[in-house]
């Protein structure tokens, strides 16, 4: 029987960082639950997922608390606007690294965060935009 350290286990496994994914919302019932079914069927293990809703009068929240279990922190209340709501998700994250991914808003493919992941070693900050719909 071979007896194994814990730190030569580490060695051999690489250690995910965890990620904090930030959302923020505000009245958009329509578009935030694409955006959490996105976050959640990542096949990045180390999540963790905030929502920082700015006090919605739609049905923003019943979105939210359909997926209670499975959403880390979440909040609403008001706010003086975006740049507020990302401050509060920070506040709360615990990460190593945070995205900001806004309502509406959709990953790629299901293991963007895990190939994104591939390069945090390396200290590469990436950053992207895409506009649809426009000429």
Known sequence: MA????????QT?????????ITVVKNSE??????????????YSNI???II???????TI????????????WMSEPDSG????????ICLSKGEWINFLNAGDVFWQRDTVERVSQCFDRGLILTGFAQFGKK
């Open 82 to 89: 975006i740049s507020e709501a990302f401050n509060k998700g």
């Open 30 to 43: 329509n578009l935030l639950e694409e955006t959490i079914q996105s976050v959640l069927s990542q096949t």
């Open 48 to 50: 963790e997922y905030i």
């Open 53 to 59: 809703d700015g006090a919605s009068t739609d049905r």
């Open 62 to 73: 019943d979105v939210i608390r359909q997926y209670d279990g499975k959403i880390h922190h």
């Open 13 to 21: 496994k690489r250690i995910q960082p965890l990620v904090s994914i």
């Open 3 to 10: 007896i194994v350290s814990f730190s030569e286990q580490t």
